[in-house]
């Protein structure tokens, strides 16, 4: 039985606004006890939530990178991101090998179901080369790639 789990952070009245009304929306559509809106929640609840998680939503267009994409692969949840800038272009592949692009609401709804009918064995492989891509991003790689840097031009 599956849940979806929309976590992170509010940032003002606005943000508040579109929780509740999500939550609204999915009471009038009988789907309340399937949506979570989990604004806000602690670190440790957060890290329990992608532990738990099987695949990550990312819907923002043309987001510049898409940091929460990185977290989905470290964590090893599937990343299904939009198929724009920064996820596009820096983070997912096109391939699929190790999370997917979607961009229309019938893409995303194919892909969710592809990733929560995975086989085990197929799910394991994908979250590993997911985790292996996202060490790509992390601070001693950039520090690593800093220096090689500074060293090729002479710094």
Not at 12 to 40: H, I, K, M, W, Y
Not at 93 to 100: A, D, P, R
Request: charged share 25%; proline share 3%.
């Amino acid at each position: 039985r599956w849940q979806l789990v929309i976590a992170g952070a509010t940032r003002n009245a606005a943000d508040r606004a579109r929780c509740e009304a999500v939550r609204n929306l999915a009471d009038s559509l009988g789907v309340a006890a399937q949506v979570r809106v989990a604004a806000d929640v602690p670190l440790d609840e957060l890290r329990s939530l992608m532990r738990r998680a099987r695949a990550g939503l990312h819907t923002m267009l043309d987001e510049h990178f898409g940091i929460s994409v990185v977290d989905f692969m470290a964590a090893g949840v599937v990343p299904i991101a939009h198929r724009s800038a920064g996820p596009k272009e820096d983070i997912v592949s096109e391939s699929g090998e190790c999370g997917y692009l979607a961009a229309s609401e019938s893409e995303y709804a194919e892909t969710i179901v592809r990733v929560l009918a995975m086989p085990a064995k197929e799910y394991s492989t994908m979250a590993a080369r997911g985790r292996a891509r996202a060490a790509r991003f992390s601070e001693e790689a950039f520090e690593r790639a800093l220096v090689e840097w500074l060293v090729a031009d002479g710094a």
